[in-house]
């Protein structure tokens, strides 16, 4: 009977001893996830922007000028009711840009009745032009006018020193095929001179007949584009557009406002991102 109380008495001191252990440890674990964090740039805690505000550094208000939207349209690609949507916008600050904004396309029929919507996320570096470019959306009936609207955006303001990726692009050339599966294809050359690799770097093709009317757009990715390389991309089109092409307007973007876009081997990116 001793024994039996013995034993009892021993597994509840060494069930207080466990429970205590787990107590600590959980407000340990509490203790560390709820520390705050003003570096992990995510909004979280009670933070009004990331990593600013609440418990962090008060965040900073920049004073901005609005994205301007220079030119925007729409052109039917000729294949199963899709249509092609593109925006020309500029940046009018000169050292501030913005690392992510929001946009919007709408496409209306002649009743004010919305057939397609497209929305998407953007970037842009201070002083910049530069088109947007959404390809193949469908739409329910044919479209009589689009509205283009940018509806948020995240600025940032960078300091004195400021540089631009050296992407360039030569011997762009346009031709109608005579034979095969496309009517016309774009080409052209890359030169990366930028001393980073990019992992992603998007092109946007815009044609122009003579008297500057866009007749047909066109967009293509390439992947790990290292430093110094040159690389050839082409684009084509299945469908014959009116038109005759006189311009050929060939842009390359990479966003240097995200880490995710610099190949792992080329950090620190510290030229690029000091802002």
């Known amino acids: 009977m001793n024994e039996s109380r013995?034993?009892?008495?021993r597994s509840l001191i060494i069930g207080i001893y466990v429970l205590?252990?787990?107590?600590?440890?959980?407000?340990?674990?509490?203790?560390?996830?709820?520390?705050?964090?003003?570096?992990?740039?995510?909004q979280n805690q009670n933070e009004e922007g990331v990593d600013c505000g609440g418990v962090c550094p008060a965040c900073m208000n920049i004073e901005a000028q609005d994205i301007v939207t220079k030119e925007q349209g729409f052109?039917?690609?000729?294949?199963?009711?899709?249509?092609?949507?593109?925006?020309?916008?500029?940046?009018?600050?000169?050292?501030v840009g913005s690392k992510k904004f929001e946009y919007e396309f709408i496409l209306y029929d002649q009743s004010g009745n919305q057939v397609a919507q497209r929305?998407?996320?953007?970037?842009?570096?201070?002083?910049?032009?530069?088109?947007?470019?959404?390809?193949?959306?469908?739409?329910?009936?044919?479209?009589s006018k689009m509205d283009f609207r940018i509806k948020s955006v995240d600025w940032v303001e960078f300091n004195s020193y400021y540089e631009k990726p050296q992407?360039?692009?030569?011997?762009?050339?346009?031709?109608?095929?005579?034979?095969?599966?496309?009517?016309?294809?774009?080409?052209?050359?890359?030169?990366?001179?930028?001393?980073y690799d990019f992992n992603e770097i998007k092109i946007s093709v815009v044609l122009r007949d003579e008297n500057g009317k866009v007749v047909a757009l066109n967009s293509t990715e390439m992947k790990?584009?290292?430093?110094?390389?040159e690389r050839e991309?082409?684009?084509?089109?299945?469908?014959?557009?009116?038109?005759?092409?006189?311009?050929i307007e060939m842009q390359a973007e990479v966003n240097i406002l995200d880490l995710e876009s610099f190949f792992k081997r080329s950090f620190p990116t510290k030229k690029f991102q000091q802002y």
């Open 224 to 229: 790990t584009v290292k430093s110094g390389e």
């Open 233 to 247: 991309f082409k684009v084509s089109w299945p469908n014959r557009f009116s038109g005759n092409v006189s311009n």
């Open 20 to 42: 205590i252990f787990a107590l600590l440890m959980l407000l340990v674990y509490s203790c560390v996830k709820n520390k705050a964090s003003c570096i992990d740039k995510i």
């Open 167 to 195: 992407l360039k692009m030569i011997n762009r050339t346009y031709n109608e095929i005579q034979s095969g599966v496309s009517f016309a294809e774009a080409k052209g050359l890359l030169k990366n001179e930028s001393p």
């Open 119 to 143: 929305n998407g996320t953007g970037f842009i570096l201070p002083s910049e032009d530069k088109y947007l470019v959404v390809n193949n959306v469908p739409s329910a009936s044919e479209p």
């Open 75 to 95: 052109l039917n690609t000729g294949q199963n009711g899709n249509y092609d949507l593109y925006a020309k916008i500029n940046n009018p600050n000169t050292q």
């Open 6 to 9: 013995r034993i009892l008495k």
